[in-house]
């Protein structure tokens, strides 16, 4: 599958990516492309941008600079409705699931339709059912959330996500919280929805079994720049010392720089207030 999707288009398009949160600079100038019907894996350590590049890619945040092309449309030159149409075409699921707690799976999984569509209540009812069966829970349409396990909460929020047919589907840490049966049933389940829906697939996690098994190709993300864009046999074979660190989960020491130490305990009022350091 991964040579296979070298050869068709991208359907985003990332170039010169720049973020900062304050003065402080959080994505480098990133490049990447994820093309169509792929599984591109997002991976990293803590704090190495990840998140903010997801938001990026959903088109829920704009950057400082650079250019997010998504389905061929310049995200940020688009007009609000433009936007607005665009973002139909993604689907999102959310870390802990994030179903509303008083309605039912059903009412969950039609919110979508509701808000997007002129459906009658009948039809929506039959499209939330088969979407239900897709993600294994066919008859939980009437239970409430709070009476699902976890990993039946992530499968519910799957299947809102893909209730309107999007184009690109998203995943925020899939796996978090879940045991390894179910975990490998979750990946299951994304692999199917790659090969039988044809959807691109965009995934964040730190579970490397699980990025190993759906991953067409990793891009690792390491102090808000790309490391590394491949297979998954590529990936193991790289000559990195930092991606070895982090597939074997081993730590790294920091070196402390004294001046950058004392600057961050003073909070530059050392200088702030002409004392000498």
């Given amino acids: 599958m991964a040579e296979a999707a070298q050869n068709r288009p991208a359907v985003i398009e ?5 973020t900062h949160y304050g003065s402080r600079q959080i994505l480098n100038g990133i490049n990447v492309d994820i093309v169509e019907g792929e599984i591109m894996v997002i991976m990293g350590g803590s704090g190495s941008g990840k998140s903010t590049f997801l938001r990026h890619l959903m088109a829920l945040q704009r950057p400082t600079s650079g250019v997010i ?9 688009l007009s609000q409705k433009a936007l607005f149409n665009l973002r139909k075409k993604l689907g999102v699921t959310f870390q802990g699931g994030a ?16 808000e997007h569509t002129k459906l009658d209540r009948m039809t929506m009812e039959i499209m939330a059912r088969m979407k239900l069966e897709v993600v294994d829970l066919g008859g939980f349409e009437n239970l409430m959330p709070s009476e699902l396990s976890g990993g039946m909460i992530k499968r519910a ?7 309107m047919d999007p184009r690109i589907l998203f995943f925020d840490e899939p796996s978090a919280g879940l045991d390894p049966v179910v975990s490998s049933q ?7 929805l790659r090969d039988a829906m044809g959807m691109t697939i965009c995934v964040v996690t730190h579970e490397l079994e699980s990025a190993f098994k759906i991953a067409d190709r990793i891009t690792v993300l ?17 000559p990195s010392e930092r991606i070895q660190n982090l597939l074997n989960r081993r730590s790294e020491e920091a070196e402390i720089d004294a001046d950058e130490y004392l600057r961050r305990l003073t909070g530059d009022k050392l200088e702030a207030e002409g ?3």
């Avoid at 092309?69 to 030159?77: A, F, Q």
């Avoid at 179903?99 to 509701?114: D, K, Q």
């Avoid at 390491?222 to 790289?238: M, P, Q, Y």
Wanted: hydrophobic share 50%; no cysteine; proline share 3%.
């Fill in 275 to 277: 004392m000498p350091r």
């Fill in 157 to 163: 929020a799957v299947a809102r996500a893909i209730i």
């Fill in 222 to 238: 390491d102090r808000g720049d790309i490391l590394f864009v491949g297979t998954v046999a590529e990936l193991k074979s790289h």
């Fill in 69 to 77: 092309k998504i389905l061929g449309e310049d995200v940020w030159s």
């Fill in 99 to 114: 179903l509303f707690s008083s309605m039912t799976v059903g009412e969950n999984i039609m919110l979508p339709l509701y």
């Fill in 14 to 18: 990332v170039r010169n990516l720049v």
């Fill in 186 to 192: 979750l990946d299951d389940m994304i692999l199917r």
